[in-house]
Nanobody, 126 residues
Framework: QVQLVESGGGLVQAGDSLRLSCAAS????????RAWFRQAPGKEREFVAA????????YYADSMKGRATISRDDAKNTMYLQMNSLKSEDTAVYYC???????????????????WGQGTQVTVSS
């Protein structure tokens, strides 16, 4: 079983940067696809970014392109999300997810992922 724990959330001002981390334990997830999702109050959970095994390919939601960078350090079993130029609409609970597979057609779908963290709150004040 894989356990995921997010960290790095907090309260920031619009325009600030923040780096989220997602530490995995229980087994090595270097061969897993890993991703970030977020859920704002009253809204459905939405895709933010994904990274394939080895980190050779990354994918972003349109709302995050140019402002976010997803990366992974498999030696530490950890994934990161660097977010810059934060906006109030980025306020949400951010979740990390992982799955021991890659599905090019559905990497953006939360139903594709098997393991989830408990989430970390990001609040951006304007």
């Amino acid at each position: 079983q894989v356990q995921l724990v997010e960290s790095g959330g907090g309260l920031v001002q619009a325009g600030d940067s923040l780096r989220l981390s997602c530490a995995a334990s229980g087994r090595t997830v270097s061969s897993y696809t890993r991703a970030w999702f977020r859920q704002a109050p009253g809204k459905e959970r939405e895709f933010v970014a994904a990274i394939t095994r080895g980190g050779d390919r990354t994918y972003y939601a349109d709302s995050m392109k140019g402002r976010a960078t997803i990366s992974r350090d498999d030696a530490k079993n950890t994934m990161y999300l660097q977010m810059n130029s934060l906006k109030s609409e980025d306020t949400a609970v951010y979740y990390c997810a992982a799955v021991p597979a890659w599905n090019m057609a559905r990497y953006y779908s939360d139903s594709e992922y098997q393991f989830w963290g408990q989430g970390t709150q990001v609040t951006v004040s304007s």
